[in-house]
């Protein structure tokens, strides 16, 4: 992989406002192409608003809902990308030829290339369907590229498939931190006045941020991520209020050892930059490993076993 400088950007998405969330894309997408950045990442559906959408009708959605690569959205993001000679990374509500509805996420790219993916976990909404493919594709910068989105990232065979499709580079936005979790030891929900109140008490806003419903609940299995798979990985976050959870940001951008190479820990909106040395993938600790695989061991991983669907194991079964 040659050597290249990307972003990852949080901010706080306006629901049911795109004109006002491609707004600030594209202020961050000024910055970064400032910098010559290549890549700049921002949330998972952040065109459209996320958290939101799990309150809304069939109908709502549709009207939200746009065609991907023909939309107005990826029309937007191509002629910004153009522009600025930086690929965009960001997500939005898909609507495909069957009418059906997908949490995607689109890199549109200088040269008028857009590869998407659709969430392979989605949950957000039980009129949305979950995609069914992995994308893995090579860029125009000397690298290969994998987008996974929010937990597609947390089931470990998601990200290993990735890197055996050769990815150098893998693109994780999210809407996390702040979250009810239901599980009694993983994040947790954050009172959003607090974050009403950040200027008046950033304290304690930083502290809930930073700590176990944030940042230390990433650092709990986001780098090794990328550390057993040998890949770089972008994170990318929303931040403050979405409806009535706070996410936490915490945008980083990780190296193949799981080493944390740029971070923020603001409570509101921002961009991180790094320059990512392809040299470090050559002897990576997780591509050593990956080399001495026994596939003939792993039967038992693909077997059936996941008998629920996203949604429903997301919110109806305990």
Known sequence: ??????????????????????????????QASKHDVKIVVFPEMCITGYWHVSKLS??????????????????????????????ICAGLIE?????????????????GQLRKHRKLHTFVSKYMSSGNDFTVFDTIYGCRVGILICWDNNLVENVRINALKGADI??????????????????????PQLWHDRDKNPDKIY?????????????????????????????SNGVGVDMDEVRTGNAMIINPY????????????????????????????????IRGRRPDLYHPIVVEGGELSPYEARFLKE
């Not at 065609?67 to 002629?79: A, C, D, M, T």
């Not at 059906?100 to 890199?107: A, D, E, L, S, V």
């Not at 040299?279 to 591509?287: A, D, Q």
């Open 1 to 30: 992989m040659k050597d290249i400088r990307v972003a990852s950007v949080q901010f706080n998405h306006r629901a049911n406002d795109k004109e006002y969330n491609l707004s600030v894309i594209e202020n961050y997408v000024r």
């Open 58 to 87: 069939k109908t709502e959605i549709a009207s939200l809902a746009e065609f991907v690569p023909r939309g107005k959205s990826s029309s937007i993001l191509l002629e910004m990308s153009s522009k600025y000679n930086i690929s």
């Open 95 to 111: 609507l495909d030829e069957l009418g059906c509805f997908y949490n995607t996420y689109i890199m549109a790219m200088p040269d």
């Open 170 to 191: 893998l693109i994780a936005p999210h809407q996390t931190g702040g979250c009810n979790s239901r599980s009694p030891d993983a994040m947790g929900l954050i009172e």
């Open 207 to 235: 502290s809930e941020m930073q700590g176990p419903k944030g940042r230390e609940w990433l650092l709990r299995w986001l780098p090794a991520r990328a550390h057993d798979n040998g890949i770089f990985l972008i994170f």
């Open 258 to 289: 799981g080493k944390i190479i740029a971070e923020t820990d603001s409570v509101t909106d921002d961009m991180i930059i790094a320059d990512l040395n392809g040299e470090e993938l050559n002897m990576c600790t997780g591509r050593r490993w």
